[in-house]
């Protein structure tokens, strides 16, 4: 089981000096769509720079041009690149093609997907290498937790892996324990903690 570091709400400097405090602690460190949308894919360069042994996920949440938008964040050393369960299967293989030709991973974002199962059916066709439960902030906000989506996954998935995402902390970590996906993903419960560095090490501890 792998913790990753979901960056979002911080500056490319602050998030520098955080990685650097909880880096042994964690084992991916996710460049959130936010930090995405502010500096392009030099984030990606910096932080593969800063910390070459950890893994880097770049949350492009990709929609259309598949192999173009995923082969840029790849180039960039990106080790995993996220793209939309909603959108066309072309779109996925697109992005499962780069991912094989630079030995990445692609990541199937399920966010509002409605037929969970069907879908992780095919996305295990198409060749993605993970699914991932994600119940975004505005979901959360009217009392949404992946629990239940992580259940149904935990069922259905057969080749993919799991990585599961939305508000977890380490107060509600041992919900997710029990269903033992590949990868916890924690943003706000550790960027936002007034000792991130302490946190970290309990969550690790947990897992």
């Known amino acids: 089981m792998k ?5 979002d709400d911080i500056t490319l400097e602050n998030a520098v000096k955080l990685v650097d405090e909880v880096q ?7 460049i959130g769509t936010p930090m995405v949308i502010e500096y392009g894919m030099n984030i990606v360069r910096t932080m593969k720079e800063h ?8 949350d492009l949440k990709i929609m259309d041009a598949g192999y173009y938008e995923a082969e840029e964040a790849l180039k960039a050393g990106a080790d995993y690149i996220t793209v939309l369960g909603v959108t066309d299967n072309l779109t996925v293989k697109g992005c499962v093609d780069a991912a094989n030709a630079y030995h990445g991973q692609v ?23 993970f699914v991932s439960v994600h119940v975004g902030v ?4 009217a009392g949404r937790t992946p629990l239940d989506d992580l259940a149904i996954m935990k069922q259905v998935a057969k080749t993919a892996k799991i990585s599961v995402a939305g508000g977890i902390s380490k107060d ?3 919900a997710y324990k ?5 990868v916890i993903i924690i943003g706000s419960g550790i960027t936002h903690s007034e000792t991130p560095a302490l946190t970290a090490k309990m969550i690790h501890d947990m897992m």
């Open 178 to 182: 029990e269903y033992e996906p590949d």
């Open 107 to 129: 990541v199937v974002d399920m966010i509002c997907v409605e037929d969970l199962e069907k879908r992780i059916q095919t996305m295990e066709e198409l060749g993605a290498h």
């Open 24 to 30: 042994d602690y964690i084992d991916i460190i996710e």
């Open 51 to 58: 910390f070459p042994e950890k893994e880097i996920l770049a």
């Open 3 to 7: 913790l990753q570091l979901a960056l």
């Open 172 to 174: 509600t970590l041992s």
């Open 138 to 141: 505005d979901q959360q906000a």
